[in-house]
């Protein structure tokens, strides 16, 4: 008697088949990497999908936000579905599918991805109402997947009927953006310092795929970013994926570190204001000259003087301290403005 493929759930490890000799995951093993990290935002989604790859489940539908793990939920179940059949199972797109020629019961299995751009034609919703018509007619096994909810999907009786098993993935808490941050820089083969994860689940701009740019970003400079003083060169570079949304900006934080360091100066700092923080934004935090400049609205000569005469203080004690101390309040009032979770 063969064995019934099990799924590691907590891990998303792909399905094993022990009567084929396979490990197990309770072994530990998994068949390949995996890069969908188990949240309670997604569990759902995840349960059902692999339900659909065992065969336990006909009809699913799995909707949520754009680029928080639809799609790739939808390519791990093609190949767990691939690996237990024997036989290549794709992801298929559904406004393709919806026109595409074949008939509409020619896949054994069906998995659809995109369907929110196949519903906003009148004819490909006609097409693609009556296609699935067929196969749920016929029992065959078809998964989609749908940006947002299927509400106007079942309005337009493009999924009307009730066999039909719907999930929603959440948008992710940010401590959950912290684990996907956490796991998509183990996969680009990262060492991040927990408070660039931190900074990531805050403030980052986007979704997933987001994540996925910085930590690329990151990587094109170095693979190490462990040390504490890493985090303020990280504020910098990832500055085009910070600034925006919820109007967080480092520049801004490294301005009122500054400008505390002024006030609370017992007497009158051997460097200006403005050097200071040139100085903080380019050697600091690593932004170029010309961002540097945007900021303070300087021309970027100005910003290049600045920097220089800075340096050439630095061999005088009260420069050096003074900039020490500038330095370590940049670097935590960067750390709490990013609400590092130790």
């Known amino acids: 008697m063969v064995a019934e493929p099990r799924f590691d759930t907590e891990t998303l490890g792909y399905p094993v088949d022990a009567g084929k000799g396979l490990a197990t995951p309770s072994l530990g093993a998994t068949a390949v990497p995996v890069s969908i990290a188990a949240l309670p935002s997604n569990r759902n989604a995840l349960s059902v999908g692999f339900d659909f790859a065992c065969g336990k489940r006909r009809f699913v539908g799995i909707g949520g936000p754009s680029g928080w793990g639809k799609s790739e939920l939808l390519a791990h179940v093609a190949q767990a579905v691939s690996q237990i059949r024997e036989r290549p199972v794709k992801v298929r797109d559904a406004s393709e599918w919806a026109l595409s020629q074949s008939a509409a019961a020619s896949d054994g299995v069906l998995i659809l991805d995109d369907l929110q751009d196949a519903v906003r034609s009148p004819r490909m919703r006609h097409l693609l109402r009556i296609r699935l018509e067929q196969r749920l007619r016929r029992n065959l096994p078809t998964m989609v997947a749908k940006t947002g909810d299927f ?21 992710p808490t940010p401590s959950e953006r912290q684990r996907i941050a956490h796991q998509i820089a183990g996969e680009e083969g990262l060492k991040l310092h ?21 930590m690329l970003r990151l990587k094109i400079l170095r693979s190490d970013w462990q040390q504490d003083a890493d ?31 002024f006030l609370a100066w017992p007497e009158t700092p051997p460097v200006g204001r403005r050097a200071t923080i040139a100085y903080a934004l380019h050697k600091v935090l690593r932004l170029a000259e010309e961002d540097v400049a945007g900021f303070l609205r300087i021309k970027t000569g100005q910003v290049y003087r600045h920097c220089r005469n800075v340096n050439d203080r630095l061999d005088q004690g009260e420069t050096a301290a003074f900039l020490s101390i500038v330095r370590d309040h940049v670097y935590w009032s960067l750390a709490d403005s990013a609400k590092w979770l130790e």
């Open 151 to 171: 509400a106007e999907a079942q309005r337009l009786r493009v999924m009307a009927s009730n066999r039909w098993h719907l999930v929603q993935i959440l948008a």
């Open 194 to 214: 927990p408070s660039i994860e931190s900074l990531i689940a805050t403030h980052l701009n986007g979704n997933g795929r987001s994540i996925r740019g910085a």
């Open 231 to 261: 985090f303020a060169e990280a504020c910098g570079r990832l500055g085009p994926f910070l600034i925006g949304e919820d109007g967080w900006d480092p520049r801004d934080v490294v301005q009122e570190a500054v400008n505390y360091v």
